[in-house]
């Protein structure tokens, strides 16, 4: 009995937690609770990036505007971190801290607050879903340690962020695919489209793939008829892919010296 009680607790706080955080405006009602609380500076070798994104790049392009605005001396708006440790993670402000360090800033200002991990996942998923041009693998790993530590079901993060419980399930996906695709569509180098249509093949299949991608500038869609019709051709009995598409005639070796051999053997 005192088990069952137990559960129904927990799935009653489960519920209170989706409810508030699938708000539209819990950021902004997040940001009013901040407000309250003392700005402090911290010296920013004291602050840390979120270790539950961190593997999420942040490109120059992505920070170039708080970068000049710190070597301009215009203050922006404190970072929102938690203690850890003797050191202090952000929650809210990865952008203006990975440009306060690019421009040299020594100290930052800071709102500490005492969030504890399911509650500053869940205000890194609504920032995540409310922001523009977020990548995608951020919900992917931010869903995984829900899913995994929390208990949370693939319906209840479709709740949290606005999609349907297969799309859920699709980014969640992403990380089975190779490293160097993850890497790929983490540079956006190629799109979530590329990388989805890339999760059912082994390591050698899907880099393949990703090479094709890259040399031929292929579409989703060019992919995805590639993936449906794939030509091959034998030569020194091995098998290789060839695409032909925008008049553009790729073969795919395993090596320069491969390739070399061919060259001089069919285009002298």
């Given amino acids: 009995m005192k088990k069952d009680s137990k559960n129904n607790i927990l799935k009653q706080q489960l519920s209170d937690l989706i409810s508030k955080y699938s708000q539209t405006n819990v950021l902004e009602e997040?940001?009013?609770?901040?407000?309250n609380r003392p700005i402090q500076m911290l010296p920013i070798d004291l602050v840390t990036d979120n270790n539950f994104v961190k593997k999420i790049t942040l490109s120059r392009k992505k920070i170039a505007r708080f970068v000049e605005n710190y070597q301009r001396n215009i203050l922006l708006e404190p970072l929102v971190v938690r203690a850890r440790g003797d050191k202090y993670e952000v929650i809210i402000g990865r952008r203006r801290l990975a440009a306060a360090r690019l421009a040299g800033i020594t100290e930052i200002p800071v709102i500490v607050m005492n969030y504890n991990d399911e509650e500053t996942l869940?205000?890194?998923?609504?920032k995540a879903r409310d922001a523009h041009g977020t990548n995608v693998l951020e919900l992917a790993y931010i869903f995984?340690?829900?899913?995994?530590k929390y208990d949370y079901s693939h319906q209840s993060l479709a709740d949290l962020t606005f999609r349907s419980r297969s799309q859920v399930t699709n980014?969640?996906?992403?990380?089975?695919l190779d490293p160097e695709v993850v890497k790929a569509l983490n540079n956006e180098q190629i799109t979530f489209g590329h990388a989805r249509a890339l999760v059912p093949f082994d390591r050698e299949k899907s880099l393949e793939y990703l090479e094709l991608i890259r040399v031929n500038n292929l579409?989703?869609?060019?992919?995805?008829?590639l993936i449906k019709?794939?030509?091959k051709a034998s030569y020194n009995d091995k098998e290789y892919l060839i695409i032909q598409m925008?008049?553009?005639?790729?073969?795919?070796?395993?090596?320069?010296?491969e390739a070399k051999t061919f060259k001089d053997k069919h285009f002298k």
């Avoid at 579409?219 to 008829?225: A, P, W």
């Avoid at 925008?246 to 010296?257: D, G, P, R």
Wanted: charge should be positive; aromatic fraction near 2%; hydrophobic fraction near 50%.
């Fill in 219 to 225: 579409s989703v869609r060019e992919l995805e008829t």
């Fill in 246 to 257: 925008k008049n553009k005639l790729t073969i795919v070796f395993n090596s320069e010296e």
């Fill in 171 to 176: 980014i969640l996906r992403l990380l089975k």
């Fill in 144 to 148: 995984s340690v829900l899913s995994a």
């Fill in 30 to 35: 997040l940001a009013k609770a901040h407000t």
């Fill in 122 to 126: 869940l205000i890194l998923l609504a």
């Fill in 229 to 231: 019709t794939p030509n």
